[in-house]
Structure formats: structure tokens, C-alpha cells
């Protein structure tokens, strides 16, 4: 059986806060738009953590064009969320207070 997950690499031509912010507001919307499509997504941030990894996927997989920022695997869940016994939840006074 094949998997159905893909990586995607959030990459910047500059390596600096602005572009991380950007970065991180995309991967934001990323996993809302895959939540609301039933996908799975889980970042992969310490290839771009750990500096030896990290000039290595921009050297071999970018070929030193642009700065590799965040990795994500994709892809279909492998269970369906109804087969997930749900647990209870605080109310929502409990967490949160109205002015």
C-alpha cells in the first residue's frame, strides 16, 4: 500500500525574522486548511533546527537557492476521527471569563 503523505518545504530567499513570521503565518493556514480537508499535518522542524541538516537540505534539495525555513508532512489520517472515543471537555467558564 502506497502512503499517501508529501513533504512540503517553506523556503525564503532571505534568512531572517521577517521571513520565519511569514513562515509560521503560512504553516497557520496550512494546518487550518488542512484540518478543514480532513489531512493530517505534522511539521518537521528539526531538520531546519539542527544547523548540519539544515545546509544540507538547502545544498542537495534547493541546490543554495533560497533558505529552507519549516518542513511538513501531509497527508490522508489513517483512522477516521469517529473511530477516536472522544474525552470530556472543561466548560467553557472554567477557561475563560467575559468582561
Known amino acids: 500500500m502506497e502512503s499517501g503523505d508529501g513533504l512540503i518545504l517553506f523556503v525564503a530567499g532571505v534568512d531572517e525574522p521577517a521571513t520565519w513570521l ?3 503565518e503560512g504553516l ?3 494546518w487550518l486548511a488542512a484540518t478543514v ?10 531538520v531546519i533546527e539542527v544547523e548540519e541538516t539544515r545546509r544540507a537540505l538547502r545544498a542537495d534539495v ?3 537557492m533560497g533558505h529552507p525555513l519549516i518542513l511538513v508532512r501531509i497527508g490522508w ?6 473511530q477516536i472515543p472522544r474525552t470530556s ?3 467553557v467558564s472554567d477557561v475563560l471569563e467575559t468582561a
Open 28 to 30: 497557520s493556514a496550512m
Open 62 to 64: 534547493l541546490d543554495g
Open 89 to 91: 471537555r472543561r466548560p
Open 37 to 46: 480537508k480532513g489531512l493530517s499535518l505534522v511539521p518537521l522542524s528539526q
Open 77 to 82: 489520517q489513517s483512522i477516521s476521527r469517529s
Open 22 to 24: 511569514a513562515a509560521g
